[in-house]
């Protein structure tokens, strides 16, 4: 295994503390006098946007862009491209869950290009790189703020997968558990086993180093230590749990996934079932399903957490009220969901190297019980 990984790209800052959210615009002030702000609902529905728009420091011209909810589309980011190219912005800041980060920062690293953002989700290089992307999380799970990559839906083709640049990293992060006050039930336990299955994922992926492997462990005892006391309330874990999200971001950037989000994405255009929610039920099968072949890093994963593994996966999925969505469904389009689930990206970085037979079985697990 290498030390390094080839590419070792990370945000120019990261600022971590409760309230720093209130620096954003300030910091924002080195990329230029105009930006435009990403949001969800809830940022102004809890009076954040506000306060956020209201630390100006001077000089700069914002506008604010909200997304109306869902997992992101084509649609999506063509709407907030034309919003941010007739405001002329010098920078995107996206403050939200995944969704409203993954459509800043395509929005970001696209901000110049000549094709339409159909093109680029189908693989087409970005020629010309884009104006400056801010992040700041508010929830503990997707880990967008820390990547490349912006996962987004075509509807006209059904097609979930991820416009991927190196356009698109973050140059600022910030990490304020105080935005994560808000942040609903179900949303703490999508995001937190979405955080979870990238962090191991990444650990065990084909392409791991030392360096990934650092980061990876570390999330990993983070979010298994962290995960479920949130959930049930507890503030005091919002901060670790944050930072165990970017971590594991970081890591899966330098060493990317495996099965779980190789079979998630074309379950979830079928099935219409929340990213994080499909990460959780589907993790304990593919660890089941890798364990022959990544068994030290069992161990040492299951020594990390002070439990074996599998056993807090499970326990984690009953505390968290994630029981199985396709119990007593039908599997539909099953060759086709094989098929996509075999030859994507993140299958590829898988550490046994998957098989129809492997996603067959994994499939009738899911919908067999």
């Not at 969704?99 to 087409?124: E, I, N, R, T, W």
Request: charged fraction near 15%; proline fraction near 5%; charge should be neutral.
């Amino acid at each position: 295994m290498s030390v390094l990984p080839e590419k070792f790209l990370l945000p120019e800052r990261t600022l971590v503390g409760a309230g720093r959210v209130k620096e954003l615009l300030a910091e924002c002030a080195r990329y230029g006098r105009r930006g435009l702000l990403v949001h969800g609902r809830s940022l102004a529905a809890h009076g954040v946007l506000p306060i956020i728009l209201q630390n100006n420091p001077g000089g700069l011209i914002m506008a604010a862009w909200e997304h109306v909810g869902g997992e992101p589309t084509l649609d999506d980011l063509s709407a907030l491209l034309a919003a941010a190219r007739k405001h002329r912005a010098d920078f995107i800041a996206g403050v939200g869950g995944g969704s409203v980060l993954d459509l800043a920062k395509a929005c970001a690293g696209l901000f110049h290009a000549a094709q339409p953002p159909q093109a680029y989700h189908q693989g087409a290089a970005i020629e010309t790189p884009g104006i400056v992307f801010a992040a700041a999380p508010t929830t503990a799970g997707t880990g967008s703020e820390a990547t490349v990559n912006s996962v987004l839906t075509n509807n006209a083709t059904r097609q979930k997968k991820s416009i991927r640049d190196d356009a698109l990293l973050a140059r600022l992060v910030i990490l304020d558990a105080g935005l994560l006050a808000h942040c609903p039930q179900r949303t703490i336990a999508y995001a937190g086993m979405d955080a979870f299955t990238q962090a191991w994922e990444a650990f065990t992926s084909r392409h791991a180093t030392w360096l990934s492997d650092c980061l990876g462990l570390q999330a990993l005892s983070l979010i298994g230590a962290n995960l479920e006391a949130f959930y049930r309330g507890a503030s005091a874990a919002a901060e670790p749990l944050l930072l165990g999200s970017y971590l594991g971001g970081l890591s899966f950037c330098m060493a990317r996934l495996g099965i779980v989000h190789g079979i998630c994405h074309p379950l979830a255009v079928r099935y219409h079932v929340p990213h994080g929610y499909l990460c959780g039920v589907c993790l304990p099968h593919a660890v089941e399903l890798n364990r022959e072949v990544v068994g030290p890093k069992y161990a040492q994963v299951s020594q990390a957490l002070g439990r074996d593994l599998l056993e807090l996966i499970r326990h984690l999925l009953v505390a968290l009220d994630m029981s199985s969505p396709f119990r007593g469904q039908a599997l539909i389009e099953k060759d086709a969901i094989i098929q996509e689930t075999v030859g994507a990206w993140s299958t590829k970085a898988n550490p046994k190297t998957i098989t129809a037979a492997d996603v067959a079985w994994l499939l009738d697990r899911l919908f067999g019980g």
